[in-house]
């Protein structure tokens, strides 16, 4: 599991490889991930958008902006907790993720919280240990 902590907001990831629905012979790979963020602080906060950037392991870079997290843009009050799985698909047997998410306070503040980089590993993809 992966975890980053912003203004006591903490985000954790889960990614998952898929073999079902990846095929190595056409070279696509897809991993579900699940996050879960929890309201730590002591003041109500909506998530309002996110930025990913997703690098294969060929080092090519996809960004991707959008509204909320699949379809919402949740509130979470002092102690509350938000969690949803998505996916994504690289031609490579693994790659990374980042991103980021815009959120606003109660009180209109706009600031953005880190999502930890995470691993997408597949079994078909080989480690260089340094």
């Known amino acids: 599991m992966y975890r980053a902590v912003t203004r006591q907001i903490e985000v954790t990831v889960e990614p998952?490889?898929?073999?079902?629905?990846s095929s190595v012979e056409n070279r696509q790979?897809?991993?579900?991930?699940?996050?879960?963020?929890?309201?730590t602080g002591e003041e109500t906060v909506q998530l309002r958008t996110r930025?990913?950037?997703i690098t294969?392991?060929?080092g090519r870079k996809q960004e991707?902006?959008?509204?909320?997290?699949?379809?919402?843009?949740?509130?979470?009050?002092?102690?509350?907790?938000?969690?949803?799985t998505s996916g994504v698909p690289l031609p490579t047997a693994s790659g990374f993720m980042s991103g980021r998410y815009?959120?606003?306070?109660?009180?209109?503040?706009?600031f953005e919280i880190d999502v930890p980089v995470f691993s997408l590993d597949s079994p078909d993809s080989k480690r260089?240990?340094?």
């Open 51 to 53: 930025h990913w950037i």
């Open 128 to 130: 260089v240990l340094n």
């Open 64 to 84: 991707v902006r959008g509204e909320g997290v699949v379809g919402e843009q949740p509130v979470l009050a002092p102690g509350e907790r938000f969690k949803y």
């Open 56 to 58: 294969d392991a060929s």
């Open 102 to 110: 815009q959120m606003v306070s109660e009180k209109g503040e706009r």
């Open 29 to 39: 790979y897809f991993w579900s991930y699940t996050i879960v963020i929890t309201n």
């Open 16 to 21: 998952n490889f898929l073999p079902e629905r």
